[in-house]
């Protein structure tokens, strides 16, 4: 690893794309990686009231030897179709199967009258991003992945899409919608610390909510951070 001086200057992002397994570690802090992928090492950890030096210390101590996650070190244009169907294999298929978890959790938890008020933006909240995260996971099956498919010469499954879609225009309304629902995903993470310990039956909805939030990230990761720059390299 560079020196810890030069690491705190450098980005989140370029920390997450050097060093994949920081990302468990930074979710364990709640080091916001994903939202603004621009922000530096130095002003995370402060949003956060972390000291940057605890937490290379603690970069320091993770296994070496990890293998990288799949594709974060960026891709070649014959992969575009692999990381696709990886996509949609990790995270789109297991969101719709975490959604429907959470909406039974959500539904039949009472809060405790002092936690209320939370509870009920919390949930409005959680359900509210279950929906638009459906719609826009459909928007990428049926417009922007088959036209990225068809800009590479593969397998369209769906079309529907004309070969000669370009696809800059969706990709620009799925990174706005990432934008939002990033904003919605701290939001919820906040809420959810808020109401940690509230009572021993908030345990499945605490951990639910979390595992929402670091899936939906990782996700948004991938899609932003590496298809998304890879297409548009291609593009040009
Ligand atoms: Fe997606
Ligand atoms: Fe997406």
């Known amino acids: 690893m560079t020196s810890p001086n030069q690491v705190t200057e450098q980005t989140i992002k370029e920390i997450v794309w050097r060093h994949p397994s920081a990302i468990s570690l930074f979710e364990e802090l ?39 996650a799949p594709f974060l070190e960026g891709i070649e244009e014959d992969q575009v179709g692999d990381l696709i ?45 279950i929906e638009e995260l459906q719609i826009h996971m459909m ?27 370009n696809p800059e225009a969706p990709m620009r309304v799925m990174e706005m919608d990432h934008a939002h629902a990033g904003q919605v995903l701290s939001n919820i993470r906040s809420a959810n610390e808020r109401m940690a310990g509230c009572s021993k039956s908030f345990q499945q909805v605490h951990n639910l909510l979390l595992e929402l939030w670091q899936e939906v990230n990782r996700h948004m990761y991938l899609e932003n951070e590496v298809l998304f720059p890879a297409f548009r390299t291609w593009l040009r």
């Not at 990886?86 to 719709?96: L, N, S």
């Not at 036209?147 to 397998?155: E, R, T, Y």
């Open 30 to 68: 709640g080091l916001d990686y994903a939202s603004v992928p621009q922000r530096l090492f130095r002003d995370a950890c402060a949003l956060r009231g972390l000291q940057p030096a605890d937490v290379l210390d603690s970069l320091k101590k993770l296994p070496q030897a990890d293998p990288p």
């Open 85 to 129: 169907h990886h996509i949609f294999t990790h995270y789109h298929e297991p969101h719709r199967k975490l959604f429907r978890t959470l909406e039974h959790a959500l539904d039949a938890f009472v809060p405790p009258p002092s936690q209320e008020d939370t509870w009920h933006q919390l949930r409005l909240s959680a359900l509210g991003l």
């Open 139 to 165: 928007k990428e099956e049926h417009v922007l992945f088959p036209a990225m498919l068809a800009k590479v010469g593969g397998s369209t499954h769906q079309s529907g899409c004309p070969a000669s879609m």
